[in-house]
């Protein structure tokens, strides 16, 4: 188990979740609690207790638009890291940070942001089996590039397990791996498609856009924001007998390698070898 306080971080991410909720309202963006926060939102009517994070998804066209908009949209400190805003940004899926805090997620990655919640973009995805395996192995393989980009070449050693980290640090670029990502998501039109891809999940994520539906109010913490419209046919889909609370040595946590509720980010001196300086998201 984490050795933080919880409900801390409980109350800021919640705190984030709201002004985004404010911001997608304002401005007529679809967005849907997702993953283990809407199994939260059913199970607990709020957080699973011991979850470290929150998630959220939005429809590829309103994902995009609160990126470009994200500047003046979102109030401060919040700020939205993503391919699209951070050419130094190490996932496929898009962050709202606090930017008055510091997180370090994995103490093997140079990527340092600020306490979030993760925004996944639902992209559209072929109807055919073939076409979805070759979609999703087209897009694991990209994120894992950005990956590698961003990874400590020596944390399992200086011996050979080093040396295809060190060969895709010297050979890739980071923008050349972020085209490819981008292109990866944009292969299938969303608007125009009948299945979607939840990329978390691969192709057992693939579902029909129907399910996610017209967002619909759910009751998180004592407040209303927006969930998916058929959650029990997907939240069966993702986890089976999802009202089955596990036991706990399932009960995960990330256990986050750095956390400070009053540093901002990018006051944060990393002093780990492996940083490179123009390599960061600061």
Not at 1 to 25: E, F, G, K, N, P
Not at 32 to 43: D, F, S
Not at 59 to 80: C, F, G, K, N, T
Request: contains cysteine.
């Amino acid at each position: 188990m984490a050795s933080y306080d919880i409900d801390v971080l409980h109350t800021h991410i919640l705190q984030i979740l709201l002004s985004v909720d404010r911001v997608c309202r304002e401005h007529h963006l679809r967005y849907y609690c997702w993953a283990g926060t809407m199994l939260g939102a059913v199970r607990h009517k709020g957080f699973i207790p011991w979850d470290d994070d929150m998630d959220i998804c939005m429809p590829r066209p309103d994902y995009d638009r609160l990126m470009a908009h994200a500047r003046e949209w979102l109030p401060q400190p919040l700020e939205a890291l993503s391919i699209e805003t951070d050419a130094n940004y190490p996932g496929g899926f898009g962050k709202i940070v606090d930017g008055s805090t510091t997180l370090i997620e994995r103490e093997h990655s140079d990527y340092v942001g600020g306490i979030y919640i993760d925004v996944f973009p639902i992209d559209g995805i072929s109807r055919h089996r073939l076409m979805q395996r070759l979609a999703v192995a087209r897009y694991k393989a990209t994120d894992k590039l950005l990956y590698f980009l961003h990874r400590d070449p020596y944390k399992h050693g200086h011996g050979p397990s080093s040396w295809p980290v060190l060969l895709i640090q010297k050979l890739v670029s980071h923008q050349w791996a972020r085209r490819q990502m981008r292109a990866a998501y944009l292969a299938y039109d969303y608007q125009s498609s009948e299945y979607v891809l939840d990329y978390d999940d691969g192709v057992r994520g693939i579902i029909t856009k129907d399910i996610l539906g017209t967002p619909q109010p759910v009751l998180f913490e004592g407040h209303e924001v927006m969930g998916v419209e058929q959650a029990d046919t997907y939240l069966r889909q993702k986890y089976g007998d999802y009202m089955v609370v596990p036991p706990h040595d399932n009960q995960r946590q990330h256990n986050f390698f750095y956390l400070d509720y009053n540093l901002p980010y990018k006051e944060y001196h990393d002093r780990r070898s492996f940083v490179r300086r123009d390599n960061v998201s600061q």
